[in-house]
Nanobody, 131 residues
Framework: QVQLVESGGGLVQPGGSLGLSCTTS????????IGWFRQAPGKEREGVSC???????????YYADSVKGRFTISRDNALNTVWLQMNSLKPEDTAVYYC?????????????????????WGQGTQVTVSS
């Protein structure tokens, strides 16, 4: 059974940092691109960042303009884990954050910023940025 479990969310003051983890099981992570998405109350889900299968070789990652320069995505296939380091957090970053896995063996050098191709999703972790 495939599982993706997010952790690391919480309450942080503006300007602070949080590190989210996405731990996977039941799949071979090196076959999957991983995306991070978020959804704030009353808003549509948006793609925040994603990382390709070949990210170590090609550096293929994506960041939404709203988080570029503040968030960093990374992965360790041996640990079955993907991280999202979030710095200089703003109140508008408040949302439930989800990680998702996209089977992408034939397109190792890319990842999708939209939710359509993702096969498996975690349950989400709440991030609240407030003073």
């Amino acid at each position: 059974q495939v599982q993706l479990v997010e952790s690391g969310g919480g309450l942080v003051q503006p300007g602070g940092s949080l590190g989210l983890s996405c731990t996977t099981s039941g799949l071979r992570l090196h076959y999957y691109a991983i995306g991070w998405f978020r959804q704030a109350p009353g808003k549509e889900r948006e793609g925040v960042s994603c990382i390709s299968i070949n990210s170590e070789a090609t550096g293929s990652t994506y960041y939404a303009d709203s988080v570029k320069g503040r968030f960093t995505i990374s992965r360790d296939n041996a640990l079955n884990t993907v991280w999202l380091q979030m710095n200089s957090l703003k109140p508008e970053d408040t949302a439930v954050y989800y990680c998702a896995a996209d089977y992408r063996v034939g397109r190792r050098d890319s990842c999708s910023s939209t939710s359509d191709p993702y096969d498996f999703w975690g349950q989400g972790t709440q991030v609240t940025v407030s003073s």
